[in-house]
């Protein structure tokens, strides 16, 4: 099993900045991707970014390109999540997961393991 702890969150104004960590352990050497989704209330889970361990190739949403960078440490096994330019519109619980397939995917469905959230409330 992978365990995957976000930390991060907070309150900030628009425009602001936040930066999201996802710290894996476990069985890591069966992650391909660490991805970011959100959730914000009654609506589904989205995608919002995904990178490959190994490589650090990239994918974004529409929604957050230029304005978020993910990135990884593949010797402290963390992923993190830059966000700029913050929109109230942004404001959700942000999850990191875990997807042991070689192939990328935007779905939630295909990730293994999840964290147990972190709060991003962007106010306006």
């Known amino acids: 099993q992978v365990q995957l702890i976000e930390s991060g969150g907070g309150l900030v104004q628009a425009g602001g900045s936040l930066r999201l960590s996802c710290a894996a352990s476990?069985?890591?050497?069966?992650?391909?991707?660490m991805a970011w989704f959100r959730q914000a209330p009654g609506k589904e889970r989205e995608f919002v970014a995904a990178?490959?361990?190994?490589?650090?190739?990239?994918y974004y949403a529409d929604s957050v390109k230029g304005r978020f960078t993910i990135s990884r440490d593949n010797a402290q096994k963390t992923a993190y999540l830059e966000m700029n330019s913050l929109k109230p519109e942004d404001t959700a619980v942000y999850y990191c997961?875990?997807?042991?397939?070689?192939?990328?995917?935007?779905?939630?469905?295909?990730?293994?393991?999840w964290g147990q959230g972190t709060q991003v409330t962007v106010s306006s």
């Open positions: 997961g875990s997807r042991s397939v070689f192939y990328y995917s935007t779905s939630p469905r295909a990730y293994d393991y």
């Open positions: 476990g069985r890591t050497d069966s992650s391909y991707f």
């Open positions: 990178i490959r361990w190994s490589g650090g190739t990239t």
